[in-house]
């Protein structure tokens, strides 16, 4: 199964996610994401995804000045990117259980 058809349904939610704990800045989010095994997803992708929730009212901004290169923008998820990452994730995770019971193999009377 091609997993880039599944990432670009669940990205939104897999970048409030990696927020939840700390606030994180683009490449930062990127690392979260491949660590938690979405191996598959694009630099541009999460970047994209990134300013699609801002634009939406879901995270703020700031920027911190860097030592070495450029700064850095950090995005935090904010009151209203909170409750969309329990509405989305209750969605989530009744869809997945559903998933789960279709795929489970049932034993034949």
Not at 60 to 89: C, F, I, M, W
Request: charge should be neutral; include cysteine; proline fraction near 3%.
């Amino acid at each position: 199964m091609d997993t880039t058809q599944l990432l670009k349904g669940v990205l939104d939610l897999a970048c409030l996610a990696a927020l939840r704990e700390d606030d994180g800045y683009g490449y930062d989010i990127l690392r979260r994401l491949r660590i938690a095994g979405l191996t598959d997803v694009g630099d541009a992708s999460v970047y994209g995804t990134l300013r699609r929730l801002f634009n939406a009212g879901l995270l703020t901004t700031y920027v911190v000045p860097s030592d070495e290169g450029p700064h850095r923008k950090y995005y935090a998820l904010n009151a209203a990117g909170r409750a969309e990452l329990q509405r989305s994730g209750k969605i989530w995770q009744g869809f997945a259980s559903t998933m789960n019971d279709l795929l489970r193999e049932r034993e034949t009377p």
